[in-house]
T-cell receptor, first 110, second 115 residues
Framework: GQQLNQSPQSMFIQEGEDVSMNCTSS?????WLWYKQEPGEGPVLLIA?????ELTSNGRLTAQFGITRKDSFLNISASIPSDVGIYFC??????????FGPGTSLSVIP | DTEVTQTPKHLVMGMTNKKSLKCEQH?????MYWYKQKAKKPPELMFV???????INESVPSRFSPECPNSSLLNLHLHALQPEDSALYLC??????????????FGNGTRLTVT
């Protein structure tokens, strides 16, 4: 079946630094979704991408739909402590399914 | 605040108990989902309802029984669970089924502990 991989698995950064993470698929996707999950809460949608090459921003977050349609990238600029959490990429995994990558855990050191 | 509401927030049940998890959304979404999530792992799909009909069952054991009474409500009935079923159970909804690209909106989950 389709699989998603995310890297890095975890990141420890200083407050104010920029963050980059990526997600790759074993097959072509027509939609990429990026979620953030904080402890005790459900995943929250950050950005949705629908077109190869698309670059979309949401505040300090920017995500790109890779041209090959097998990858996507998420960047966070000028990180702050509330950026801490697990970031998941997700996409359609077949009829009516949305599958998730294993996640990138982000820790921000004040 | 999430627009998908799940109750209860926490649930502890014995292996012989019967309990139900409830999920509600009033966004007019036409697809609803149950996911199971273990600590530090991604959500795993269990069931999908599309237009109030069960469209996907990811080979979930029969001790989990979903129900969609109407387009706004989704239940998960639990019976004779095992300790390994302890997890965060997440409900989600989307405007349309995901094959048309609608993103999922999640509730905050029910933390289930089976003793």
């Amino acid at each position: 079946g389709q699989q998603l991989n995310q890297s890095p698995q975890s990141m420890f950064i200083q407050e104010g630094e920029d963050v980059s993470m990526n997600c790759t698929s074993s097959s072509i996707f027509n939609t990429w979704l990026w979620y953030k999950q904080e402890p005790g809460e459900g995943p929250v949608l950050l950005i949705a991408l629908y077109k190869a090459g698309e670059l979309t921003s949401n505040g300090r977050l920017t995500a790109q739909f890779g041209i090959t349609r097998k990858d996507s990238f998420l960047n966070i600029s000028a990180s702050i402590p509330s950026d801490v959490g697990i970031y998941f990429c997700a996409g359609p995994g077949g009829y009516d399914k949305v599958i998730f990558g294993p996640g990138t855990s982000l820790s921000v050191i004040p | 605040d999430t627009e998908v509401t799940q109750t209860p927030k926490h649930l502890v049940m014995g292996m012989t108990n019967k309990k139900s998890l409830k999920c509600e959304q009033h966004m007019g979404h036409r697809a609803m989902y149950w996911y199971k999530q273990k600590a530090k792992k991604p959500p795993e799909l269990m069931f999908v309802y599309s237009y109030e009909k069960l469209s996907i069952n990811e080979s979930v054991p029969s001790r989990f029984s979903p129900e969609c009474p109407n387009s706004s409500l989704l239940n998960l009935h639990l019976h004779a669970l095992q300790p390994e079923d302890s997890a965060l159970y997440l409900c989600a909804s989307s405007l349309d089924p995901p094959r048309v690209g609608s993103p999922l909106h999640f509730g905050n989950g029910t933390r289930l502990t089976v003793t």
